[in-house]
């Protein structure tokens, strides 16, 4: 008898345990957007990469700071006589 209960004790815990805690909502995901990118050396080949809008803000604002920096750097160049 006293096993019995036991057995019914620990079956009902875990539903109880289940449905007693509160559900956590999980946080929103963001759209994923994707880009294709012609392979280089290949006529026909593409690649697909997709990341988040947040994520391709990052990337895009990062290329443009070290494209601006290129830029930067090659006009400096240019005009300092010295820096050849």
Known sequence: MMM???????????AVAQTGA???AEPKKEKK???????????VGTRAVCHTVSEWAAIDGA??????????????????????
């Open 22 to 24: 509160p559900s956590v």
């Open 33 to 43: 957007s994707c880009r294709r990118y012609t392979v280089t050396g290949s006529i």
């Open 63 to 84: 290329n443009s700071r070290n494209a601006q920096d290129t830029l930067d750097d090659s006009r400096l160049r240019n005009s300092n006589p010295l820096a050849k």
């Open 4 to 14: 019995l209960a036991a057995v019914a004790v620990s079956v009902t815990l875990p």
